[in-house]
């Protein structure tokens, strides 16, 4: 069993960055795929970006409206996965969650994922 807490969210203004960390508990981190999913209010929750575990490759995926702006990595050493945001929109404004698949696949689908966070606030003021 993993938990996972985020943070790192809070209030800017467009154009700006954010940081988001995820910390994992237990030994296995590094045998999990790690990805960030967001919900912003009335909508579905949706893929950002996503890490396979280490033995996999440690290969990335992002969604196609975050490309070229958000970089997802991990610190095995650390236990943490990490969400770099820059050139935040407001449409980027969401509550922010990490997750762990712990087949590793780092997929964008949300169903392959066993272990959620609580959740960050990021907010985008124009």
């Known amino acids: 069993q993993v938990q996972l807490v985020e943070s790192g969210g809070g209030l800017v203004q467009a154009g700006g960055s954010l940081r988001l960390s995820c910390a994992a508990s237990g030994r296995t981190f590094s045998t999990y795929g790690m990805g960030w999913f967001r919900q912003a209010p009335g909508k579905e929750r949706e893929f950002v970006a996503a890490?396979?575990?280490?033995?996999?490759?440690?290969?990335?995926d992002y969604a196609d409206s975050v490309k070229g702006r958000f970089t997802i990595s991990r610190d095995n050493a650390k236990n943490t996965v990490y969400l770099q945001m820059n050139s935040l929109k407001p449409e980027d404004t969401a509550v922010y969650y990490c997750a762990a698949d712990p087949l590793g696949r780092g997929a964008p689908s949300a169903g392959l994922y066993d272990h959620w966070g609580q959740g960050t606030q990021v907010t985008v003021s124009s």
């Open positions: 890490v396979t575990a280490s033995w996999r490759g440690g290969n990335t």
